[in-house]
């Protein structure tokens, strides 16, 4: 699609390889996500969604290719980056499924960020919160930033580059660093940097995250559960100054979750995933109000109200099944209330859709 960030295209990553890329002691490697696609505009907050071990962090981490080496491999499919206002399918997009591994460095941290689910493993805790944000400017990725992969001449790169680094000539990178924290809600910055991890809080630690991410200007930010590890007054927080800044700088959000309240609060789009399908896809209203795939049903209708009497909550029977026990038809039919005979075959489930909202489904019309 046109003007996209990022356009993942048929995906499926599996398990179970070894150095040679050949399949590990004769076994058959085992497929965990299966044809994945979707398309994150710029300035989008696009969330991913779905139940633990649905595939959406292996989806995540196959964009920057940080998948465990050797067993995980990329088997089918195109991670299109940066297409701007080309067709997808043209050679101007970068591949980062066939993008070298030289090439890709440079696109890691820079263009492309992640925010991780614990912070504190994110962040070095011997070191203080100054020299790590520091070490953004240190390796380059600011300047690297401001440059366009896709730059008509040479000239123009060269001109972006010095407008950067005429930037950071008026301003020391402190003062950037200093600018950034405050934006993402710290009144006392001087303390924040000479603090070291174990001297603040996991709301605190993971605005610092967040302002680490946002210092090179990325095009996409992929933030993998960040709030998992906080309580809910902070979940909000944490997530609205990602937001805000994320809007002020025309960063793209993927925003990789299962609490679908969040979902509801800040996502501009979303995709529903199950046992590594993508099962729905649509504008967030659309999905909530109008949920068209069972699985996404069943999901909200497990949200509690704050009216409703808990004794009734709704919920899912059974649970995601292992990736060896994914079955070819519509895998999600054994917990499916509407389940007819169709749905067990090995025919894949049909695309039903409704404008920019769609999902896979055999008995949506029923």
């Not at 044809?35 to 649905?54: K, Q």
């Not at 699985?295 to 409703?308: D, K, N, R």
Request: glycine share 6%; proline share 6%; aromatic share 6%.
């Amino acid at each position: 699609m046109s003007n996209a960030v990022l356009s993942v295209k048929d995906v499926s990553v599996a398990f179970g390889f070894d150095k040679n890329g050949n399949s590990r002691d004769g076994k058959q490697p085992l497929q965990v996500t299966d044809r994945v696609s979707f398309d994150i505009f710029p300035g989008e907050f696009f969330a991913l969604v779905g139940e633990s071990g649905c595939g959406k962090s292996v989806t995540a981490m196959s964009i920057l290719r940080l998948l465990p080496w050797p067993s995980a491999k990329i088997v089918n499919g195109e991670i299109l980056f940066d297409v701007g206002a080309n067709d997808a399918q043209t050679q101007d997009a970068r591949d980062l499924v066939k993008l070298p591994l030289k090439d890709l460095q440079s696109v890691r941290g820079s263009e492309i960020a992640c925010i991780f689910q614990e912070p504190m493993q994110a962040l070095n805790p011997v070191v203080t919160i100054k020299k790590q944000l520091l070490e953004v400017f240190k390796f380059g990725t600011v300047s690297k930033s401001a440059q366009s992969q896709n730059a008509p001449s040479k000239q123009d790169s060269a001109q972006s580059q010095k407008e950067c680094h005429s930037r950071l000539d008026r301003e020391s990178p402190l003062d950037l660093i200093r600018e950034q924290l405050r934006l993402a809600g710290f009144t006392d910055p001087d303390r924040v940097l000479n603090s070291y991890p174990h001297e603040l809080s996991g709301g605190m630690l993971q605005r610092v995250c967040i302002v680490m991410a946002l210092l090179p200007k990325p095009k996409l930010i992929i933030a993998d559960e960040p709030t998992t590890a906080l309580d809910v007054t902070v979940q909000a927080q944490v997530l609205a100054v990602l937001k805000e800044m994320a809007e002020k700088t025309g960063t793209a959000v993927l925003l990789i979750t299962h609490n679908m309240g969040i979902v509801s609060q800040y996502a501009h789009r979303v995709a529903v995933m199950y046992a590594g399908r993508i099962v729905e896809e649509g504008p967030v209203r659309e999905v909530i109000n109008h949920p068209m795939h069972p699985y996404t049903q069943g999901l909200l209708a497990a949200i509690p109200e704050s009216h409703s009497d808990l004794r009734t909550l709704a919920s899912i029977p059974g649970s995601v099944p292992h990736p060896k026990d994914f079955a070819k038809g519509c895998r999600f039919a054994d917990r499916c209330s509407h389940c007819a005979d169709e749905c067990k075959t090995e025919t894949l489930p049909p695309k039903v859709a409704e404008a920019n909202h769609f999902a896979y489904c055999f008995n949506y019309e029923k």
